[in-house]
């Protein structure tokens, strides 16, 4: 399920601050933020998530 934005509440949350659950759509985000290269966009967590979940399952011993 996506997360709602923390502004608006009402569009899809696409970008947010690193390390934070704070997300934003890309019009509050915009509005809020001078700069939107400095945002993690959710495709990117999205994508570091699942190649943390792979490392962690070709680390384990088969038995």
């Known amino acids: 399920m996506m997360s709602k934005c923390t502004i608006c509440d009402e569009q899809a949350a696409e970008y947010f ?3 934070t659950p704070s997300g934003y759509c ?3 985000a915009l509005d ?3 700069d ?3 945002l993690v966009k ?3 967590n999205a994508r570091a ?3 943390h979940l792979d490392l962690d ?3 384990e011993d088969p038995e």
């Open 32 to 34: 809020t933020f001078a």
């Open 17 to 19: 601050v690193k390390g």
């Open 57 to 59: 399952t070709n680390d």
């Open 26 to 28: 890309k019009e509050c």
């Open 42 to 44: 959710a495709e990117q």
């Open 36 to 38: 939107l290269d400095m």
């Open 49 to 51: 998530l699942q190649e």
